[in-house]
Structures are given as structure tokens and as C-alpha cells.
């Protein structure tokens, strides 16, 4: 990732044009009854395109130029209809584009149910501004699909089954947060995984003959080295699966970027600009849930450029430069992420009337004032248009990509434009993270967050009014330690540093190692842990052992801001026989405020009881030898009072009420679907307590 820490500001008087930072949602184009004609039209005249290429395909009588010339006139359609909001006819023109360019590349055979269903389909999109055309299009586009399938019988459903990897509801299944519904994929694409699943089988077959080879009589050393080279090469293998697996959820950048020529006609006639529009790299490829997601925050700055950024035709001209401005987007993929960046060339962000304006409303200008630009509601414009003065553009935009667990920078030169950055993963089921390790827990960095490490010396460190501060680059970034941020004890000497962005701008985090950069698979919190402020997902390391996400965000925001360490933290224990149950739980309270201690078991616990007060309990219900009743049972019977929330995969009713009678609190099950509900749980308990007493 380039590392843009210092922003070059101008120190003397500010330009006529204010910041490029904010705008509302853009103008809706189907309020403008000159693109609506336009859009009319040119509708009526590339359905009847397609319409006569389908009726030649029909006869046969196509040539492999009018293949092209059809998927072009489909993804015309397609891009000028989600520009206008005509969403049933953008998926219709969609399923044209897909279908036209699959026979131009022979992957589909022409047939004459494939043809009439085309025919059809064409006919209903050009009919569709003439009233609610969508049952009808969604019918046609039903045919057009099942033309392209083989007759497949109908299979019995399968009852849905828990995410056996989601630690029994404490983390979301992948397959219902993040992939509902279909997508389709390439055939070929699909048969080479099928293809390389099976080599992969026959490769696990070999290690299995070989652990149960013999060794009286064998060569020790010879098995050992066949051992180790099929394990390279399975390791291998499995890693191709993975990249292969996740190809096929992917789509290229340009699904995002479609419309966005016409959009930017769009809004130089409405401002009166003269707009050149560039774009590169559309051929990169993405997760689509990241392409779809990055549609409006795209056009929230492409707002900002046009609205903000560029100069009026004559006041370009005044500074020497070409009447026409140039606004583009340039994505590239660098290893496991992908770069896009926004740019205009015009008069750049005005530092000091964005510091005038912070000093009206009350805000604290850093010596970095990039952040100031992504708070909500900051706006340099105090009269508001169809365009400008919500100050919601930046910070929308920064909300998505914090979401997506990437980063955002702004490069500005004073007369040459802005320029902003957004580094995203390929990917949001599989990302690279930055493994660091604070006492037994192990915590996950975003790498498309991370603008770079070093090793800390304490001289690195300088002290100033507004904290810990350290160089990089040629910048002053605030320091924050890991160990502090998400509520735990630094028993150890901090020795790295993680430089990471967010939208408050760079922290530089201590920890006391840095472990590996691990690509992993995340999972979103699930609803009892979801509200935990500085954890975003968490993902598997193999063993048993849980990696928890931790928000750049939330670091930049703390290193900031701080708060007292004064005052004595509840203490709570966690009994759970699963090792990443207690690291989730234990993470998650521990970042709202807990000092927690974990136990493997009851005996365990008790123990823990007897060295130390606790001010509550977290027990699981199901546990070996002595159940999380039966813990309860003896304590209650012992007289002790502390709170206990019990927590339980899906217990039956019976079970759930012995667990009332044991004496528990509160029960919950790992499916509870109130937000955040154990930490509010928790609270609410111990302030009873407290009064009670």
C-alpha cells in the first residue's frame, strides 16, 4: 500500500473553489426530463438491435461481429438503466450482456428455445418505459436462464444445519451474512476446481497410505522425506483450491463503475463544467458483495471532483490550464488487494478555510487535518444545493470502506488536484491479516489497513500535550498500545509497531510481536457480541485458536482520545471448555471495559474462585464431567451471590428451565438475536448488584 502520511498545505490565501468533501446523495437523473428522453431513446433503438440480432440467431444467420455488436448494445442498456434507477431492466439487459457474449465465446450453444427466449426478452425491455413492465421482464428473464440449463431433477431439500465452525452461534455463518442468494459462475472455471478437488483427494489418499506404512524394516529417513514432500505439495494444492474457490465469487471492477460515464456527463451539464472522464484497470477483479458496495460511495466522490474539485471553464483557464477538467479512477491490484484511486486536476483542498470552519464549530484541528473531512456533518459550504452542504460524501464513504475492512488516504497539491485512495481486499470472505499476539490472545489487523511496521526503540517514543507520539515518515502519528486499546494488561514489553489508517487518520500500535500475515477466513460477530465497539469479525488460526478483528478505527479514534485509566474495572470469569469461545468472549468484554479471567472447566473455575474475587460469571451450559448447572448448583449452594449468565447453544426447554432453578441471572443461547446482549447483560446485572448491596 502507498503510505501517504503528510499532506502538502498551502499557507496562503485560500482559492475561490472550497474542499472536495462532502456532498449529499447526488441529484436522482430520472428527476431531468432531458435524460429521461435521452434515456428513452437510446433504450428503443438498442432493444430493436438486439431484438434483430436474437431473430438472426434464430435462422442462423449471425456473423461473429454481430455477437459483439450484441453484448454491446446489452451492457449499453444495462448501464444507462442502473444510472436511472430502472434496476428490472438493468438485470434484464444483464442477462442479455451475459447470455450474448457466452455464445460469442462458444461456452453456450445456440438452440431455438435459447433464440425465441431472446427474442422475447428483447421485445419486453423495449417495451418497458411504457408502464410496469417488471413481472413480465422477470418472466423472460426466467426463460432466457432456463434456455442455458441442462434438465436437472429436483433434489429434497436439506434441513439447515448450524455453521459447525461458528463456534456455536457466537460467529455468523458465512453462508447467510455474506452469500445469499445466487450467483452464477463460469462453467469452466467451476469443472477446473471439480477437477483440482480431485487431485487434491488422491493427494490426501498418499499421506494416509503412508502413516500407516510400517516402519520396522523401512528407512525412517526415507519416509520422512516423502512424508514432508507430499505435505508441500498438498499444502500447495490446498492454497491453489482456496485462490480458485474464491475466483469464482469474483467479478470485474468495471460491474461498479458502468454507469459512471453517463453520470459524469450528467453532472458537468448540471454544473456547468467541461468534464473529460478517465477510467483504468476495470478488467480487476473483486468479491462482487465489495464491487456492489462501492457503487455509491464511488459516486460520492466522483461528486466531490466535479462539484468540488474542478474549476469553472474560465477560472481554468485564468490559471493557464485546459478548459476541460479531467476526473478519473485507476484500480490495480497489488497482491492480495486492490488500489482505487479518485482524481481531479483542479485547484485542490483549501486547508485553511476547512480550519476556519472547524474553529467555528468548536473541533480540535491536529496537525493532520485529513480527518476533520470525514466527520459527519463537517461541511465548508453553510448554504446547501442538490449537490453540496450535508457534509455526508467523506463520511459515507469512509463508513463503507471501514466496513469492508480497507483504508482510505487524500493526497492534495495546491492547483493540480486531489487524489483519493482506497485500498480494499480482493476478498471478504478470505483476507490477509497482520497476526499479532498480546499474552495468550491472538489479534488481527486488516492488511489493506496497515501502511507499514518498524521495530521500537524508546528513544522512537516523544511525549508531548497531546500524548504518545511517533516519526513516521516524516510525520508525527499518535501512539497507542494494543494491549491498553482492547482492555488488557501489557505483561509484556512492547518491541513493534503497526502503522495503520482510518478515517481519524495514522496510529502507530505497540505490541509485543508481530506473529505472521495469515490469510484467513472471517466471520461477522454473532448477534450476542455484535455492538463490541473495537472488534469487527473474527476468523480461524487452526488448533482451536480464534483470531479476533480488531477496527483500525477504533485505534485511531482511542489513541486520540484516551480515556483515564482510573477507577477499578469489573472483573468477570469465563467458564467454557471451548479454547475459542473463552478467546472471543474474553476479547469482546475485555474491549468494553472488563478485566477477564478464563476457565476451562468447573474445577478450574473454582479454583480461580477461591485465589481471587470475581465480580461475575460467564458459564457454559454444556461442558465434560461437571455441567455449567452443576457449577451453578455447588456456588449457589456455597453462598455465593455474584452474578451468572449462563450461555448455551440451543438447549431445550427442559434444560433451560434447570438452569433457572441452579440459580442463574440471566440464560441466553448463542442464537439470541438482541445486539450486543451480553455485554448489556452484564452491566445491568452488576449495577443490581451493587445496589442491592
Known sequence: MRTTPALKRPRGPPDTLSVPTESKVPVDPRQSPELTELFRQELEERSDALLQAARALLIGDLDPADFEEAVRHAHTIKGNARLMGEEAIASAAAMLEQTWRALHEQRLEASTELASSLIELSERIGESPDGDNTAALARAVNRVEKAQEPEVKPSAAKPAQPDPGALGGLLSSVTTSLLEGVTRVDTGELYRLINRLVEVSLD??????????????????????AWRTHMQRLTKSMEELQDQAVALANVPFREAAETFPQFIRYLGRKLGKDVRFEITGEDVEMDRQIVEQLREPLRHLLVNAVDHGLEPPDARTAKGKSPTGTVSIHVQRRDDKVQISVADDGAGIKWKLVEERAAELGLVIPDDPTPLLMRPDFSTRLIKDDFSGTGEGLSVVADVIERLHGGIQIESVPDEGTTV?????????????????????????????????????????????????????????????????????????EREVVVLTGRSGLVAVTVPEIIDRRRVAVKDLGPILEGATHITAAAFLGGGEVLVVIDPHYLSEFARNQPSLDGKRPSVLIVDDSAGVRQLIAATLAGAGFDVSVAAGAREAVQRLAESPTDALVVDYSMPRSSGVDLVRALRAAGVEIPIVMVSGVATPEEQKAAWEAGVDAYMD????????????LRRLLAEHVSAD
Not at 206 to 224: F, I, Q, R, T, Y
Open 421 to 493: 485512495v482506497l485500498t480494499l481486499p480482493i476478498s471478504l470472505v478470505i483476507q490477509n491479516m497482520v497476526v499479532v499476539a498480546v499474552g495468550d490472545q491472538f489479534w488481527g489487523l486488516p492488511e489493506a489497513s496497515v501502511v507499514g511496521t518498524m521495530v521500537l526503540n524508546d528513544e522512537d517514543i516523544e511525549v508531548t500535550d497531546a500524548g504518545r507520539e511517533i516519526r513516521f515518515d516524516g510525520t508525527s502519528v499518535p501512539v497507542v498500545s494494543l494491549a491498553q486499546a482492547v482492555g488488557m494488561s501489557a505483561i509484556e514489553p
Open 670 to 681: 448463542k442464537f439470541d438475536l438482541r445486539k450486543g446482549v451480553l455485554t448489556t447483560t
Open 204 to 225: 490426501t489418499a498418499v499421506l494416509a497410505d503412508l502413516s500407516l506404512v510400517n516402519l520396522e524394516g523401512a528407512d525412517p529417513k526415507k519416509v520422512l522425506t
